[in-house]
Nanobody
Framework: QVQLVESGGGLVQPGESLTLSCSAS????????VGWFRQAPGKEREGVSC????????DYADFVKGRFTISRDISKNTVYLQMNKLRPEDTAVYYC????????????????????WGQGTQVTVSA
C-alpha cells in the first residue's frame, strides 16, 4: 500500500491559481502512474488528470484542459497539479492516487478502481 500526501489546497478567488502537490515518503513515484481526482459535496469523485513517465504520457478531463497542468519532479518525488483560471465549480476536495501504469499509460478509470489514495486537500474558489 503506497502512502501519498497532498498539499497546497486553500481558498482563492475566481481567476486565481493554485498548485497542488502529491508526494510519497516511502516509495518512488517514478514508475507509477499518478493521478488527481476531485470530489465536490454531493457529487461523485471525478478524474482530473494523470501522468506517467514524466511528460510523455498525460491525460486531462475536458473541463480542465487549457487551465490545469500536471507535472512530475522525480528528484523531489512529487507530482504537481498547476491550476489556473480557477472557477467556483472547481471547488472540491482534491485527491492524489497512484498505481502501476496500464500498457505504459496512465488511465484515470484504472486509477479510480485500483489505485492507492491520499487523504485529500480542500480547494475552495469563492469571491
Amino acid at each position: 500500500q503506497v502512502q501519498l500526501v497532498e498539499s497546497g489546497g486553500g481558498l482563492v478567488q475566481p481567476g486565481e491559481s493554485l498548485t497542488l502537490s502529491c508526494s510519497a515518503s516511502d516509495f518512488a513515484l517514478d514508475g507509477y502512474a499518478v493521478g488527481w481526482f476531485r470530489q465536490a459535496p454531493g457529487k461523485e469523485r471525478e478524474g482530473v488528470s494523470c501522468i506517467f513517465d514524466s511528460d510523455i504520457t498525460t491525460d486531462y478531463a475536458d473541463f480542465v484542459k487549457g487551465r490545469f497542468t500536471i507535472s512530475r519532479d522525480i528528484s523531489k518525488n512529487t507530482v504537481y497539479l498547476q491550476m489556473n483560471k480557477l472557477r467556483p465549480e472547481d471547488t472540491a476536495v482534491y485527491y492524489c492516487v497512484a498505481d502501476k501504469p496500464v500498457q505504459g499509460m496512465c488511465v484515470l478509470s484504472w486509477l479510480h478502481d485500483f489505485g492507492s489514495w491520499g487523504q485529500g486537500t480542500q480547494v475552495t474558489v469563492s469571491a
